[in-house]
């Protein structure tokens, strides 16, 4: 059913966008509302649309940053640069108040908060409108939303509390020395608590939708484009770009926004046909990190799920494996440089990369353990070695005995999420779960996926090691027993 609302807010803002000197858009596209597949607003092709075609221009006057927005020029002192700024934003992790000008992110929340407050004094008030107010990002979830996310590790990657401590101490106490430029005249200043919430729905307006402005010729890690200010070196600065941010996104993709010196241009990649919807590129990410971010999962993310396994859960396991005494592992444990251990371990699969088209060409596989934990592992079992030179007498008693500690490890992993790889592909398939669950339970079947690829490529590896020692009648937990 139609929303008038919707339909209107949307054709306002297609016509202050083709106002704009320098602007176009490509006749054979619409934006559609797309909201019953939950993906809000998108642009669709309402014509058969050939290889390389400038979809549409956005001129860079168009876009919110801190040289189009007057929020710079009204309060300089605020935006000043020193020299002396953290350009990678490292001081601002902890929330913690730093002297000297604002970095990217932090700029562009106070900007987007000005021109908010402005309403139809500001010039992008069209653009604000089709916006969204709410998020499904997992920063808005309850606790009980999250509680469907089970042992994921995504959900100790949210950062509300971090968040709410830089928007007190960045964020608000700037609007309020500056309220006289804030609030329009006659309009009424928001409380604290209103003006956290504007902060958070300013910062994921942000994180869903800005854009790194680049130029083509400036070199950018594929991994990071157009991401949260919060992963970035904050070098470059960051500018909300309308149309092209209405564009919805997946790992295969049909177009490419291209950064030129006065303008975005969005252009095809292979030919479109008529009815499909014109998709961006967001990265290699997986669903959980992309409901992180942006809101949403899909299918073709799920070749870049990643999962995480604790070096404290995979060192318990390996001391239950070899049993040694107290006395033998403090030496060895004391014998690792706490500086050079890592707290835990991603696992991926080589995934490959979507090809000049857009397409993705290749399957994706597990097919290594990381080189880093193997490493840690061996480490740790040398230092074992030099104390209990039975425990560990060669090389291939080893790694049979890092394999085998990490297969136990993985398995114990997996089964910290409450429900099996099984029964979640039951629930996923039979279509009764919906909304934010239905996205926690793909997320959360992903990572059990992989730990189950992983379980099973680690048993193949034990397997050829013990084939190697002849040792497979006799597991070496079982020898360690008797002797």
Same mark, same amino acid.
């Given at each position: 059913?139609?929303?008038?609302? /919707? ?5 306002? /803002?297609? *016509? ?21 597949? !939950?993906?809000?607003? !998108? ?12 979809? /549409?221009? +956005? @001129? ?14 009204? +309060?300089?002192?605020? %935006? ?16 913690? *108040? ?10 562009? +929340?106070? &900007? ?41 590790? &995504? ?11 830089? %928007? ?8 309020? =020395?500056? #309220?006289?430029?804030?609030? @329009?005249? !006659? ?23 800005? /854009? ?5 010729? =400036? ?29 919805? #996104?997946?790992?295969?993709?049909? #177009?490419?926004?291209?950064?030129? *010196? ?11 046909? #008529? ?33 995480? &396994?604790?070096?404290?859960? +995979? ?29 835990? %371990? ?108 992983? &379980? ?15 040792? *497979? ?11």
């Amino acid at each position: 059913m139609s929303d008038p609302t /919707f339909d209107s807010n949307t054709a306002s /803002f297609l *016509e202050w966008f083709r106002n704009w000197p320098g602007a176009t858009f490509h006749p054979d596209i619409k934006i559609e509302d797309l909201r019953k597949t !939950g993906a809000g607003r !998108g642009i669709v092709a309402t014509a058969d649309i050939p290889e390389d075609t400038v979809l /549409f221009n +956005i @001129p860079r006057t168009s876009i919110i940053n801190t040289q189009t927005s007057d929020l710079p020029k009204r +309060i300089p002192q605020v %935006f000043e640069t020193t020299g002396l700024e953290d350009a990678d934003n490292e001081a601002d992790e902890d929330g913690s *108040e730093t002297s000297g000008p604002p970095d990217n992110w932090v700029s562009l +929340i106070l &900007i987007m908060i000005y021109e908010y407050l402005q309403g139809d004094r500001s010039r992008w008030k069209p653009y604000f409108d089709v916006l969204p107010a709410t998020f499904e990002t997992l920063m808005y979830w309850s606790e009980q939303d999250l509680r469907e996310l089970q042992a994921s590790a &995504i959900v100790g990657k949210i950062g509300k509390d971090e968040a709410d401590e830089m %928007f007190r101490t960045r964020v608000l106490p700037v609007i309020e =020395e500056h #309220a006289d430029v804030f609030y @329009p005249e !006659g309009t009424r200043k928001l409380s604290e608590e209103e003006l956290l919430s504007l902060s958070h729905q300013m910062g994921s307006t942000i994180m869903s939708y800005a /854009f790194d402005l680049e130029n083509d010729d =400036e070199e950018g890690d594929p991994e990071n484009d157009d991401e949260w200010v919060e992963d970035k070196e904050g070098t470059l600065m960051m500018g909300m770009v309308p149309m092209a941010d209405i564009l919805n #996104a997946d790992a295969e993709f049909n #177009a490419h926004v291209n950064h030129g *010196e006065d303008s975005l241009s969005v252009t095809t990649l292979r030919p479109i046909p #008529a009815g499909k919807e014109i998709l961006n590129y967001y990265g290699p990410l997986g669903n959980g990190e992309l409901l992180r971010r942006y809101g949403y999962v899909t299918s073709r993310h799920a070749r870049y799920d990643v999962t995480e &396994i604790s070096w404290d859960l +995979i060192l318990s396991v390996l001391k239950d494996t070899i049993k040694v005494d107290e006395a033998t592992w403090g030496k060895a444990v004391n014998e690792l440089d706490l500086e050079e251990i890592e707290d835990a %371990f991603v696992i991926e699969r080589d995934s490959g990369e979507p090809d000049s088209s857009g397409q993705l060409r290749e399957e994706a596989h597990l097919e290594v353990i990381p080189a880093d934990l193997m490493g840690q592992l061996h480490t740790i079992l040398k230092a074992i070695s030099k104390f209990s030179p039975t425990t560990v007498p060669d090389k291939d008693t080893r790694d049979e005995i890092a394999l085998a500690a990490l297969h136990r490890a993985l398995e114990l992993r997996l089964a910290q999420y409450s429900t099996s790889q099984a029964f979640d592909f039951d629930l996923l398939s039979s279509e009764k779960v919906f909304g934010r669950q239905k996205m926690a339970l793909a997320v959360r079947w992903g990572e059990k996926a992989l730990l189950q690829e992983a &379980i099973d490529l680690v048993q193949e590896k034990l397997s050829k090691v013990k084939s190697r020692t002849n040792h *497979e009648s006799e597991p070496y937990t079982k020898r360690q027993r008797t002797r």
